[in-house]
């Protein structure tokens, strides 16, 4: 029975990760057009999550968390705009350096894996309801 427990306390770790995973997929993508007002602003720079895997002492599992929300270091993409507000001398604009179909990519995988993790908790959930039935008979 304790070992259900342990479990879904697990599971509950990677929803929380993947949770957080989701939000700053989300951000990347809401922000991909953004630019800056000005020529020599910069503008939304892509977010990233690096996870880490640690023990839980209590529990004397590993679980996951997010261990930091980062930023892409890669260059910007410049498009030629010559009327844009926020052009360069030489008519060029900087937008974020996020694609869209690598974001979706991430989404679809922290989805899957937040569904893995909800089921894994309705498995223990269920395993745990049925054990505590065999005991009361």
């Known amino acids: ?69 980062g930023t892409d270091k890669s260059d910007f993409i410049k498009r030629y705009e010559p009327g844009h507000p926020a052009a360069d001398a030489t008519g060029y604009v900087k937008y974020p350096n996020v694609n869209p179909l690598i974001e979706l990519s991430d989404l679809r995988e922290a989805q899957r894996s937040y569904e893995a993790n909800l089921a894994a908790i309705e498995m223990s959930k269920a395993m745990l309801a049925r054990t505590i039935d065999l005991l009361r008979s």
């Open 1 to 69: 029975m304790v070992d259900l427990i342990k479990s879904s306390k697990i599971s509950a770790a990677g929803l929380k990760a993947q949770a957080e995973r989701l939000r700053v997929v989300s951000e990347n993508l809401a922000n991909a057009n953004s630019t800056g007002k000005r020529a020599d602003e910069d503008p939304f720079r892509r977010k990233t999550v690096t996870f880490a895997n640690e023990l839980d002492k209590v529990l004397g599992a590993r679980m996951v968390k997010v261990k930091t929300v």
